[in-house]
C-alpha cells in the first residue's frame, strides 16, 4: 500500500496505474457505431498497454446508451469485473430525444456504480455534432476510451486496496 511522508501524516490510499490481474468488463453501444468502435479500441489498446490480458476483458455489446447500465449491472452482480466500463455516444437531434437519452444514461451508469460498488465509468460521449464526437473519439480532443479505461485501472486498484 503506498504511503506518502513520514509516520506523523496521515496514510493516503491511491490506485495505481497497472491493470495487471485485474478483471474488467466494457459495455459498449452499437448506436453511433462509426464512434463507439473508435471509443473501444481506445479502451482496449489503454488496458493491454497497462498490462490487462485479453483474457481479463469481456466486452459486452448492446443496442444504445440507455441499455448500457442493464447490461453493466447484470456484469457487477455475477461476472466478478473488478470495474465496469461504458462507452456510447449520444448525439443531440432535432427533438429532446437528446437530452432524456443522455440524462437517463448518465444516471443510470451512476447508479450501477454506487449500488454495487463495482467501479462503473462514464466513458459515454454526449455531443452536439458528429464533429464534435469525431474529435472525442481519436482525434483532436484524444479519446475517451482511453481517458476512460485509466479511470478503470486507477478505481479498481483502489477498491482492491481498500479491501
Ligand atoms: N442511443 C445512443 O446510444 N445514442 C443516441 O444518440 C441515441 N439517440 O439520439 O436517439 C440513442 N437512442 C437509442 C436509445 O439509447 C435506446 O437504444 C432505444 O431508445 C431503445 O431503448
Redesign the pocket.
Known amino acids: 500500500m503506498k504511503t506518502r511522508g513520514s509516520g506523523r501524516h496521515a496514510r493516503t490510499i491511491e490506485g495505481d496505474c497497472s491493470g495487471e490481474g485485474l478483471r474488467f468488463a466494457i459495455v459498449v ?4 457505431e462509426y464512434i ?1 468502435s473508435k471509443l473501444l479500441e481506445g479502451c482496449e489498446n489503454t488496458l493491454a498497454r497497462h498490462g490487462a490480458k485479453p483474457e481479463q476483458i469481456d466486452v459486452v455489446w ?6 448500457i447500465a442493464t447490461a453493466a449491472r447484470q456484469i457487477a452482480r455475477r461476472r466478478g469485473a473488478d470495474a465496469i466500463v461504458c462507452l ?6 432535432d427533438t429532446s ?2 437530452d432524456h ?1 443522455a440524462r437517463e ?1 448518465a444516471r443510470g451508469i451512476a447508479e450501477v456504480g454506487r449500488r454495487t460498488g463495482v467501479p462503473t465509468v462514464f466513458g ?1 460521449l454526449t455531443c452536439d455534432t458528429l464533429e464534435q464526437a469525431i474529435e472525442r473519439a481519436g482525434t483532436k480532443m484524444g479519446n475517451a476510451g482511453r481517458s476512460a479505461a485509466l479511470a478503470a485501472i486507477e478505481m479498481a486498484s483502489l477498491v482492491r486496496k481498500i479491501g
Not at 88 to 93: A, D, L, Q, S, Y
Request: aromatic residues 10%; charged residues 15%; glycine residues 14%.
Open positions: 453501444s452499437r448506436f453511433n463507439t448492446v443496442p444504445g446508451a440507455l441499455e456510447g455516444c449520444v448525439i443531440r437531434g430525444h437528446y437519452v444514461t459515454v
